[in-house]
Structures are given as structure tokens and as C-alpha cells.
């Protein structure tokens, strides 16, 4: 009998899942928000994922159920398990992606490096922070920030008063993240897929590099990276599935600090941007490697293809649209480069895609995938 997944939400990721579904013989289904989304060739329902009667009819007849997305609310997640629908990855485990303050304390418990971090909810509180980091820090939103909205350095605890007056102003009250300003020398990100019955595979651990919050590449695996640092990433990827249970796809980004130290900045438990060159550089891309994970099947091997494969995201694009006579222009130009489109009208700035190159030479790669999403934006 045909295996059928029912992926939450219609986003891009929910849409590169549909071509490994279709490849490995699995019946895909996605909830979309609303009509005509990234996903929208597999969208059998359209409706808000916030509500439980929703959520619940679509999931009557699939195997599982999986998310695009870390945004399910906790009432909606435990009426689906209280309905006997099999959850992957688990409402406690996405607990702790939904809330960065709820990550940070259970990152500690399992004794994970982390930046320091504080919850504060006064002004005084975040100043007292303030002046035991040498007067900067970083202060985040809990819940629903993504591509760094939600994230702002303070260098004076009035810098946040309106996210304060914000909390003050929501019933379920709560606290505000702020960590110590990390002084880094790059961002990495660890992946790891696991699933239920507890197989692991680690992907190598990548080099992302970050525009104005936003992923702008990914250089895997990353350059200059001795064993030591491979080790204790895969380490901490590994503890992290394990102890909070993950299943599917856990994306860990990392900190590499100036002094040596990783440090565990953000979890995603679903594929993540920094996962993309896997579609085209490695033996399992991560889209795939998250279908067999949900559905408890064997992992496949996620070893590079190539030496290096490198992504680069296109973001924003011709506001003329055209967009059809660039990606002809992009493959005309660069054959080797394999470019993704996620169906989106371009904005400033906004993820309409991604490229990928692979090959024995970082900088051939490197410009590969840079010349052909240039196409894109000129
Ligand atoms: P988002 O939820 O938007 O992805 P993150 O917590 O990952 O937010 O932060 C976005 C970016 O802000 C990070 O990729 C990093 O460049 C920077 N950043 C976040 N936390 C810190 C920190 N404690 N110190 C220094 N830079 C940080």
C-alpha cells in the first residue's frame, strides 16, 4: 500500500519534497495556507493550520504527518495525537523550535555550549544584563521571528522598550530572550536526520554565510574545518536529535567563535536552507532523507557527491517579472549549475529560489552558483 504523507504547510519546502515523494513511490499531501503557494502542485487542501477541525480532516487518511513550518500551535498538535495521528517530528520536541527561550533551557539541560542568555521582562532586568556583557547584547522575540526579524542588538536596554510594551500588552505575558553578543568568525549549521525508532545520519557540517539575518550562501562541507571541529559539530547535532527526541530532519546552527568554541545558536527541526545543497551534492538530499524519517524507513547515505557544492540563494528578482526568460538565460550560461524556483512572485529581498554547483574546485563552484543567480537579480 502506498505510504501517504501530509505535510503542514505550503511553503517551499513543503514543494521539495514533492519531487522525492514522487521519485521513492510516496503519496504527498500538503495543507497550504492559501491557494497557490510554492506547494501548490501537491496542495490537496487549502486552510489555516491554526485551526484543530482543520488540521484534524486533513490528517484522517495520511500515515503521518509532517510540517513545512514550526509555526502549529501546541493545542492543534496535541489534538492531532490525541486522535491517534502519528506526529513526526513530536509536538514536544517542536516545542522546544517554537520558543528560543524554551530551546536555551533545555539546550542547557542537556549541557550544550551556547552563548550566555538570560529571560528578562524589565527594562532593569535586560540593563543589568547590559552591564555584566560590557554594555551590548542581543535581544530577541521568543516566538515567530525567522530571517532575523525578531533579533536586535541593544547597546542600551531602552532599545527594547517597545518589544517590552509589546509583552505588557499580551495576555500570555512571557519574557524576552537576550544573549550575549557572540564574537564570531563564521556561522556553520549541523544536520542530522533521525528517526522514530532512533537510526541517525549526520550530514556534514556547512559554512552559511548571513546578509541583513538573511541565508545568503552555503559552502559544503565547510572550508577549513580540522577533524576536531567536524567531531564535536556532529557531536552536538547528534545529542541534540537524541536528547529532544527529534525525528526528521534537525537543522543545528553554530556559532564558530573567534576563540575556537562552537556554540549553538538557533535549532530547526524540518529541512532548513542550509540542508539545499544537499538536493544536488549529496548521495540523499535532505528532502528526501525527511520523508524516510517521518515514516520510520531507512536513512539514506548523505555523504557529499563532490568536494565541494556550494548554494546560493536567490533572493528578490526582476520586479518585471521575466522571470521565465532568465532561468533560460541562467541555463544557457552556467549548464552546470542546477537552479531551484519555489513558484513565488519576486520582492526585494524575499527567498524566490536557490542554485546549486558542485565540483572538484570551491571557487569554480563558488562562481558557478553565484554567476547563474546573478541572473536572476540583474
Ligand atoms: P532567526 O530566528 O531570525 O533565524 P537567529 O536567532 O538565527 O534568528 O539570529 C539571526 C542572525 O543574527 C544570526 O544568524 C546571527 O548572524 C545573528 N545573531 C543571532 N544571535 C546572535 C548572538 N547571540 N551574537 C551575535 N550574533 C547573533
Redesign the pocket.
Known amino acids: 500500500m502506498t505510504l501517504r504523507i501530509g505535510v503542514v504547510g505550503g511553503g517551499q519546502l513543503a514543494r521539495m519534497m514533492i519531487a522525492p515523494a514522487v521519485e521513492i513511490g510516496i503519496d504527498l499531501r500538503v495543507l497550504a495556507e492559501e491557494a497557490g503557494m510554492s506547494a501548490a502542485l501537491a496542495a490537496s487542501a487549502v486552510g489555516d493550520y491554526r485551526d484543530s477541525a482543520t488540521v484534524l480532516e486533513f490528517a484522517r487518511d495520511v500515515d503521518v504527518i509532517t510540517f513545512d513550518h514550526e509555526h502549529v500551535p501546541q493545542d492543534v498538535l496535541a489534538d492531532l495525537v490525541a486522535a491517534g495521528v502519528s506526529v513526526h517530528p513530536s509536538p514536544e520536541a517542536l516545542a522546544v523550535a517554537q520558543d528560543?527561550l524554551v530551546m536555551r533551557a533545555r539546550l542547557a539541560e542537556l549541557g550544550m555550549p551556547q552563548?550566555e542568555w538570560a529571560a528578562v521582562t524589565t527594562t532593569q532586568d535586560l540593563q543589568d544584563f547590559l552591564d555584566a556583557h560590557g554594555g551590548s547584547a542581543?535581544v530577541?522575540t521568543p516566538r515567530g521571528?525567522?530571517?532575523?526579524?525578531?533579533?536586535r542588538v541593544v547597546h542600551a536596554a531602552t532599545e527594547a522598550d517597545d518589544w517590552f510594551a509589546a509583552l505588557a500588552e499580551d495576555a500570555r505575558g512571557g519574557a524576552l530572550l537576550v544573549?550575549?553578543?557572540?564574537d564570531?568568525s563564521r556561522?556553520l549549521a549541523q544536520q542530522v536526520a533521525r528517526r522514530p525508532s532512533g537510526q541517525m545520519r549526520a550530514y556534514p557540517v556547512v559554512e552559511t554565510v548571513?546578509r541583513g539575518?538573511v541565508c545568503a550562501e552555503v559552502i559544503a562541507p565547510a572550508p577549513h574545518a580540522g577533524a576536531r571541529l567536524i567531531d564535536v559539530a556532529r557531536q552536538i547535532g547528534e545529542t541534540i536529535a537524541e536528547g529532544l527526541g527529534v525525528t526528521g530532519m534537525l537543522a543545528v546552527?553554530l556559532?564558530e567563535t573567534t576563540d575556537e568554541r562552537l556554540l549553538v545558536?538557533?535549532l530547526a527541526m524540518r529541512p532548513h536552507n542550509s540542508g539545499h545543497w544537499s538536493q544536488d551534492g549529496a548521495v540523499t538530499g535532505q528532502f528526501e532523507q525527511h520523508l524516510r524519517a517521518v515514516l520510520d524507513l531507512p536513512l539514506g547515505d548523505p555523504s557529499p557527491r563532490a568536494a565541494w557544492s556550494v548554494m546560493v540563494n536567490i533572493l528578490g528578482g526582476p520586479a518585471d517579472g521575466g522571470l521565465e526568460e532568465r532561468f533560460a538565460a541562467a541555463m544557457a550560461d552556467h549548464p552546470e549549475a542546477k537552479v531551484h524556483t519555489y513558484g513565488k512572485a519576486p520582492r526585494p529581498g524575499r527567498k524566490v529560489g536557490h542554485v546549486t554547483a558542485a565540483g572538484p574546485d570551491l571557487d569554480d563552484a563558488v562562481y558557478q552558483a553565484r554567476a547563474a543567480a546573478s541572473v536572476f537579480l540583474g
Open positions: 528560543k552563548p542581543v530577541k521571528g525567522y530571517d532575523g526579524k525578531g533579533v544573549e550575549e553578543l557572540v564570531f556561522e548571513q539575518g546552527e556559532f545558536n538557533e
